[in-house]
């Protein structure tokens, strides 16, 4: 099970002010000392809190991998070329979202087309491979059909819901992650995820991947950053403890 720790909201607090601090590219260092896997960033078109700087220099100072998260019909598509992250995961975005809301469209043709090609560029470029995908069967085959080599999936209705409905929506996240390994990609999941929520599913066999942002930084201000990791590092750790 890999940590991958997304650090926009550093960058977040910093574009609150358009300053140059708190750095994200500072908090990637202690992110890594923290023992994550992995630094993941959105540069989203708007620019609200990535910027583009940040990634150039994300790209020659991460020890790990940087794990870059855009929109397939964006800009960031050729810029994601130039810089060649360890992995690209592909996201739907909207401008009036707080956050990204759901998985990919892939029901319509058209969508699937620029997803397709986006693939095909990214891969073509020896960057691996994510579409962030709601938990349906559906979608998982669609992404499949694809190529892409990995699906993240969203996780936002199981952080959202509490009691019996978790329990429903752990069980489609074990299912989805089930059939995609069964249907040869990788399993990442990811969103909403917190140091309460989390254990069950970092318990799940088939999810090699956990992407987790917004909880992690919120806890750095109490606790500083690279404690705050080790202590979500922790966590997945003792929910599946190696194999001997
Ligand atoms: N995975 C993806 C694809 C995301 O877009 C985000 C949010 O940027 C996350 C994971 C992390 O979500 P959170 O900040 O809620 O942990």
Do not use: C
Request: glycine share 8%; charged share 30%.
């Amino acid at each position: 099970m890999r940590l991958y720790v997304n650090i926009d909201h550093v960058a977040t607090v910093r574009q609150a002010r358009r300053t140059d601090e708190p750095d994200p590219v500072r908090a990637a260092v202690l992110v890594e000392l923290g023992g994550a896997d992995g630094i993941t960033v959105h540069l989203r078109e708007d620019r609200r809190h990535i910027q583009d700087r940040d990634v150039d220099l994300l790209m020659r100072t991460v020890r790990t991998g940087v794990n870059l998260e855009l929109a397939a019909a964006s800009e960031v598509l050729e810029l994601a070329v130039k810089w060649r992250p360890m992995q690209a995961t592909l996201v739907p975005e909207s401008r009036e979202e707080v956050t990204t809301e759901g998985g990919l469209a892939l029901g319509s043709e058209e969508s699937r087309r620029g997803l397709a090609a986006a693939l095909q560029r990214l891969g073509g470029a020896g960057i691996r491979t994510s579409l962030f995908i709601d938990p349906d069967p559906d979608a998982i085959r669609a992404s499949v059909d694809l190529g892409t080599d990995a699906i993240e999936l969203h996780t936002g209705e199981y952080a959202n819901t509490r009691g019996l409905e978790r329990s429903t929506q752990l069980d489609r996240l074990r299912r989805a992650a089930a059939l995609g390994r069964s249907l040869g990609v990788a399993v990442h999941a990811g969103h909403g995820l917190t140091y309460e929520n989390v254990a069950p599913l970092a318990a799940v066999p088939e999810i090699e991947e956990l992407n987790i942002g917004h909880s992690v930084v919120s806890r750095a201000v109490f606790v500083g950053l690279e404690r705050a990791v080790r202590e979500m590092a922790d966590l997945l750790r003792r929910a599946r403890p190696p194999a001997r």
